[in-house]
């Protein structure tokens, strides 16, 4: 079985755990070999994560054994396997939010020895870090003022250092755009090079076929098999899911012509959004694209009245709200599905139910009167849980025992319980697997077809691609194309994408 050419660096066999109810992971063997890209690919709630994070030490299985070039070992926690030269960027951040980037990236790095260096030397070496990745982000600044994205890329540096041997990576593109995934698959096929074994999450069939030389499917917590890189698409997907997937993405209705928002050379006050004028209308899937910092989560935050606004007028059936606040434009119809589930959305150690029900718990449906309905908040928010195909459906399972994907499924489920007649909804799909994807797509269109109005914020271009009749570019803060439904293709958004040839400055 072991082939004397291939190094194996990581060797699990029989790995168990178990959380009450779930059997998170049921006997799993799996290998790592020096200087491969190995894929671990299965359903929301298989039991990725779960693996990565006992290879990781911050877990501790409930049974099978783990040995490091050939060597069994047992790892009591991050900072033993680090020890061992194994590093993970999880999908939930480790980052300390307030202290700096250059902290952050430095203290990983020499752990103990943080007090005795002096901060100008942490500042020369975390920027040293950074210019390494070319990636343009301020050493000072506080991480919790950095956007989901660029926590992503300090927690990347911080994971690759030179005693490396192991690189975990749990759906490390799911915040970032083409362009800082391009280099991130650089740095990837770099550190595959140095003969660093990579173990890489991901629900993007994109991902795999550029990057995987074997590929692990998950299904329930368990192996089902390896297979090597290059496995076509269909095969992949049925193994994870057992079934055949048809279209991913389904028919669009004709989409309607009366103007639900409207805004008008709108410009915040950070400058983020300059002068953009763009129009929602009911049974329309509008589509945002651009790079991070092009501004078009920011333009979709400022109709919901979460970012200050400048100039500029924003209506919404004609009634104007420019600078409402957000419990206002709610009232008038619109709900907004935020991209950052972890800070913006899931009440982590309560109910799901809770996240799933908030914003509308004085609905007659949940309430009567002012009297909550306890039964009825559980019914409505189970309904939904099934309705978007979570796994378990259980309303009652704390948000954060939920995997990653589930917990995006319930934000949306939030999102779309409203009853709403626009739907404003930042990266909809991140960390839902393919199976899940589906589900998602057609909810969009159902909206549509319903003649709600849509906005589907995405730097996923296949979405954009496939599921929008109308599409705003955004670059550097303005909105550089719209293209309707002949005009939508990759070439062209990429063009209005890049829109200036100066090259980004900080990310603000
Ligand atoms: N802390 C926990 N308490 C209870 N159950 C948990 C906990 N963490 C994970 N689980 C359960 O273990 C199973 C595996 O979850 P895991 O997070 O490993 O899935 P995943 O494959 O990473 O999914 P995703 O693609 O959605 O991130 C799921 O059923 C999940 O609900
Ligand atoms: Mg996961």
């Given at each position: 079985m072991t082939d004397p050419d291939h190094k194996v660096v990581l060797r699990v066999r029989g790995l168990t755990k178990k959380y009450p109810g779930v059997t998170a992971l049921d006997g799993v063997d799996f290998e790592l070999r020096k200087g491969e890209v190995h894929v671990l690919f299965g359903e929301n709630g298989a039991g990725k994560s779960t693996l990565i994070s006992i290879i990781s030490g911050a877990q501790h299985p409930d049974g099978g054994t783990i040995e490091v070039n050939g060597r069994p070992v047992h790892l009591a926690g991050v900072a033993a396997a680090r020890g061992l030269g194994i590093s993970a960027v999880f999908q939930e951040f480790s980052l300390m939010p307030t202290m700096t980037v250059a902290e952050n990236l430095v203290m990983g790095a020499e752990p103990g020895r943080f007090g005795l260096i002096n901060r100008r030397r942490v500042r020369r070496l975390a920027q040293e870090r950074l210019d390494e990745f070319d990636f343009h982000i301020s050493p000072d600044r506080l991480v919790e003022t950095l956007s989901r994205a660029e926590q992503q890329m300090v927690e990347i540096a911080k994971a690759f250092r030179p005693e490396l041997s192991v690189l975990i990576l749990d759906e490390p593109t799911a915040s970032l755009t083409e362009e800082e995934s391009e280099r991130l698959f650089s740095l990837v096929e770099e550190a595959r090079g140095r003969g660093i074994g990579i173990v890489y999450i991901t629900h993007r069939m994109a991902e795999i076929r550029r990057l995987a030389n074997r590929v692990t499917v998950l299904r329930d917590g368990k192996l089902i098999t390896t297979v090597p890189g290059g496995t076509p698409d269909d095969e992949l997907i049925n193994l994870m899911t057992g079934r055949v997937v048809e279209d991913l993405y389904p028919e669009l209705p004709e989409p309607g012509t009366r103007v639900v928002l409207a805004a008008r050379d709108l410009s915040t006050f950070d400058g983020a959004v300059?002068?953009?004028?763009?129009?929602l209308r009911a049974g329309e899937i509008v589509g945002f694209a651009g790079l991070m910092g092009s501004g078009k989560s920011t333009a979709a935050r400022a109709c919901f009245g979460l970012e200050r606004v400048d100039s500029g007028t924003l209506t919404i059936d004609g009634a104007d709200l420019t600078r409402a606040r957000p419990a206002r434009v709610m009232k008038a119809g619109v709900v907004y599905l935020p991209s950052d589930r972890k800070t913006e959305g899931l009440l982590l150690n309560r109910p799901l139910r809770e996240t799933v029900t908030l914003p509308w718990l004085h609905r007659g449906s949940i309430s009567s009167g002012p009297v909550l309905r306890p039964g009825r908040e559980s019914a409505v928010a189970g309904d939904?849980?099934?309705?978007?195909?979570?796994?378990?459906?259980?309303p009652e399972r704390t948000a954060d025992s939920y995997s990653g994907g589930n917990q995006q499924k319930g934000l949306l489920g939030r999102a779309l319980l409203g009853?709403?007649?626009?739907?404003?909804?930042?990266?909809?799909?991140?960390?839902?697997?393919?199976?899940?994807?589906?589900?998602?797509?057609?909810?969009i269109v159902e909206l549509a077809r319903q003649g709600n109005a849509v906005l589907v914020i995405s730097s996923e271009l296949p979405e954009i691609l496939h599921l929008c009749h109308r599409v705003y570019v955004f670059a550097h803060g303005t909105i550089t194309a719209e293209l309707r439904q002949d005009d939508i293709n990759e070439q062209t958004i990429l063009r209005h994408m890049m829109h200036w040839d100066e090259p980004a400055k900080e990310i603000a």
């Open positions: 300059r002068n953009a004028t763009f129009e939904m849980l099934r309705r978007m195909k979570l796994s378990p459906p259980d009853d709403c007649s626009t739907y404003l909804l930042d990266e909809p799909t991140v960390g839902v697997d393919v199976g899940a994807r589906v589900t998602i797509y057609d909810q």
